[in-house]
């Protein structure tokens, strides 16, 4: 069973019907439980990420997270869900998220005002490795974004795959062992994005790591 | 390099998709789930469904609908028409639409862009309006005063002022729907869509006159849009999604090219 982890950080019927649209059982929950009975897990999350932080220590979800990532449990964040996997995030005048990835999470500082914040559409990932996530879809496809602010990991390591917005270019996608991540909404990013999360669906993390390419 | 968006529009009437000029002489055009798969097919960036006589009617609207298009298709799309709180907000937004317009209500209650933002974030609020150009310096002093109703009534609001208030408010995008420009096919109105798109921090979609490939290319290289909505050129068969992708691209204009 697949878990939607439903930590009161938006609208998650995009993520469901997805992964409905691929055949797949998953199940939108806040149980503890259900979450560490997962044999995958989905991370979504749109708005603040210090409402996100709190509302997931409130509903005791944060221990199960860690506990499924450390026992190697496929896991993919999504725009928000990824923004708190890094140590900490400037909004909401700054807040420590979960430290999974290292590094932190920064707000677009546009050098001209012709880039509105939030960035709002589709725009293109670089595959800056070779990865699972990846089979069938080319390099420089577009995805869909709506966010203010961007992962910004100290180890490169983990960056999967890059964008350019506002001046910057910015790691869209991360991932590491059995966690990948991605800026970008793939539950709306049409057949490429369905076709990333189909990828992630029948991922078998254990047998492949990311190589440099 | 964020691509710019293209967005069909469809006017459902009910039950079917429908288009007229300002308003009038509506035919229909078939049905709106077919209409959306057959545009996602096509690479359409993003879509928006007006429930056109809702309001009019005093109407909800339509949610067996926006559940159908959310399975049918896999891509943003909005709802607008007939959203009079933020119940009806929140019905649209967990049935699947990734956004709603508001427009009349705005104008009405500007207190539901607020309330909207911060139940469900300004990126789910967008706010929709009718400017018409009007020569009253002094009430309107941009040249264009909002419309509400269909065009048919005037507001006494100025286009710029409203358009910098509800971003304060916390709309997330702002579409301009050109009154003097819509159901025409001659071009956008560029002079009024780059003075809200140069005056708001928050993307602005240009909406009302688009006739061919040529209009989307000006309304983006010299009006600074963000997004622009097209009708009747693709629902005519005139033109086709992929063809007028590859004129933007052909001009040098950023569009989605893999789908």
């Given amino acids: 069973m697949i878990a939607i982890v439903d930590y009161r950080a938006g609208n998650l019927t995009s993520v469901l019907l997805a992964c409905q649209a691929l055949g797949a059982e998953a199940l939108i929950t806040q149980d503890p439980a259900a979450i560490r009975d997962a044999e995958r897990i989905i991370f979504p999350g749109v708005g603040a990420a210090g409402a996100a932080m709190a509302s997931l220590r409130t509903l005791g979800l944060e221990a199960p997270i860690r506990d499924s990532i450390r026992r190697g449990v496929p896991f993919l964040g999504i725009c928000v869900g990824t923004q708190i996997l890094l140590g900490r995030s400037e909004e909401d005048g700054g807040v420590d998220c979960l430290a999974i990835i290292p590094g932190e999470v920064k707000l677009f500082r546009p050098p001209s005002r012709a880039d509105k914040v939030p960035q709002i559409g589709w725009n293109s990932v670089m595959q800056h490795r070779t990865h699972p996530l990846f089979d069938g879809i080319a390099d420089a496809s577009e995805f869909y974004f709506v966010h203010s602010y961007y992962p910004a990991p100290t180890d490169r390591t983990w960056v999967l795959g890059e964008t350019d917005y506002a001046g910057v270019r910015f790691a869209s996608v991360l991932g590491r062992d059995n966690v990948v991540a991605t800026q970008f909404h793939t539950e709306k990013s049409g057949r490429l994005g369905l076709r990333l999360l189909q990828n992630f669906l029948s991922w078998k993390p254990s047998v492949h790591g990311g190589s440099p390419c | 390099m964020l691509t710019k968006r293209i967005i069909p529009c469809l006017d459902v009437r009910q039950g079917r998709v429908t288009k007229g000029v300002k308003f009038q002489n509506n035919v229909d055009l078939g049905d709106p789930v077919e209409m959306a798969a057959r545009y996602y097919d096509q690479g359409c960036d993003e879509l928006v469904f ?20 959310a399975r049918a298709i896999r891509i943003p799309f909005a709802v607008g028409g007939g959203i009079s709180d933020l119940a009806d907000m929140s019905r649209v937004l967990l049935a699947g639409a990734e956004k709603v317009s508001v427009n009349s209500l705005a104008v009405r209650n500007p207190n539901i862009i607020a309330d909207g933002a911060k139940a469900f974030g300004s990126q789910c609020i967008v706010l929709g309006m009718d400017p018409v150009a009007v020569n009253k310096p002094a009430q309107c002093p941009s040249g264009y005063e909002i419309t509400v109703r269909g065009f048919r009534e005037h507001t006494g609001l100025d286009a710029l002022d409203w358009a910098r208030r509800a971003v304060d408010l916390g709309a997330g995008e702002i579409v301009v729907n050109s009154v003097d420009a819509d159901g025409t096919r001659q071009g956008f109105e560029l002079r009024l869509t780059r003075l809200i798109a140069e005056a708001v921090g928050v993307p602005v979609v240009a909406s009302g006159g688009a006739g061919s490939p040529q209009h989307l290319i000006d309304v983006f290289n010299t009006a600074h849009a963000d997004a622009a909505i097209i009708a009747g050129m693709i629902h005519t068969g ?19 090219r893999h789908w």
């Fill in chain 2, 238 to 256: 005139d033109y086709q999604l992929p063809a007028i992708k590859d004129a933007l691209t052909q001009a040098g204009v950023p569009v989605r």
């Fill in chain 2, 50 to 69: 007006y429930d056109i006589t809702a309001s009019a009617e005093g109407r909800p609207i339509d949610i067996d609908m926006v559940r159908a298009v």
